[in-house]
């Protein structure tokens, strides 16, 4: 008998999608066989970027990767990921900021589907202090956020918000 693939889902809104998120994808694989990258159609943070858009930076950046798939995803997480047949749904924590927030997800989570775990890998020090926000902040302002989103998302904020951010 064949060896059940162990997929994980790893939810998020990735507006955009950034080194950190890129860099938790790759260690996840270490752990799974397949990573679904779910990108959230519903999400309370009006996004700069529509669904398609976002989910169309994201299949560019793990193009190449047969193991990473990315789909946009509406309704309840867990349900999505029955539907997908996952055994884990994968977070990122950077700081003991994101602690409480990600502690009651994971709990509710597991509330509506006991046999779904939640895992957590802590984001490499090289991203700790990035999120889709500062970064979306900075390009607007001019700033370089070069080596710190995959150059897919650099190409289409430096579009976005113009090419002061060069050099
Ligand atoms: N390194 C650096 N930054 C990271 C990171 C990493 N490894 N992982 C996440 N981040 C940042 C993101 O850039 C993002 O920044 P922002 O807040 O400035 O946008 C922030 O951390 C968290 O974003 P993300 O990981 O994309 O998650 P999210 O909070 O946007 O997504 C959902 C939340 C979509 C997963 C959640 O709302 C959900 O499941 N919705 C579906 C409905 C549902 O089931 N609700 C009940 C849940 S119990």
């Known amino acids: ?76 997480l867990i349900d999505y990921a029955r539907k997908k047949k996952a055994k884990a749904i994968l977070r990122g924590l950077r700081a003991v900021s994101d602690f409480e927030y990600e502690f009651q997800m994971a709990l509710m989570n597991r509330k509506l589907d006991p046999m779904i775990q939640t895992v957590f890998l802590m984001t490499d020090y090289r991203w700790l202090y990035i999120s889709s926000t500062i970064i979306k902040d900075v390009a607007k302002l001019g700033g370089n956020i070069h080596g710190l989103v995959p150059e897919v998302v650099e190409k289409k904020l430096l579009e976005r918000f113009g090419k002061k951010g060069q050099g």
């Open 1 to 76: 008998m064949g060896k059940e693939k162990r997929v994980a889902i790893y939810p998020g809104t990735f507006d955009p999608l950034t080194n950190g998120h890129f860099c938790l994808v790759d260690r996840g694989l270490d752990i799974f066989d397949q990573i679904i990258v779910a990108v959230a159609h519903d999400s309370p943070k009006n996004p700069l970027f529509t669904l398609e858009e976002r989910v169309e930076m994201a299949k560019e950046v793990f193009a190449g990767e047969p193991r990473i798939i990315v789909e946009p995803f509406a309704g309840l």
